[in-house]
């Protein structure tokens, strides 16, 4: 009597570590060589100013002396402002 439920014990201990053991395998993922490979994004710089900062620009005519005679030209000047 003994003899059959130590017989049974290791038959079902077998079943069960084969289950597993397939499983395990099972979903274990294989790589295709052929799938694409994943792609990783690159790190990127984002600047942000701390205070709100914006372009003030003036502009006027401004006279040049030429050999030809005196011209009007255009001019300006710009400047970063606080906003």
């Known amino acids: 009597m003994r003899k059959k439920k130590s017989v049974l014990i ?3 201990a ?3 570590a084969a ?7 099972a979903q274990t993922p294989q790589r295709d060589r052929y799938a694409p490979r994943l792609r990783y994004a690159r790190p ?3 600047i942000t ?3 709100l900062l914006y372009r003030r620009c003036i502009d006027w005519l401004g ?13 300006y000047s710009c400047w970063w402002v606080r906003g």
């Open 49 to 51: 100013p701390r205070a």
């Open 63 to 75: 006279l040049q002396y030429r050999p030809s005679g005196t011209v009007l030209y255009p001019q």
């Open 10 to 12: 290791a038959g079902l």
């Open 44 to 46: 990127h710089i984002e």
């Open 19 to 25: 289950a597993c053991f397939t499983s395990a395998v």
């Open 14 to 16: 077998a079943v069960i």
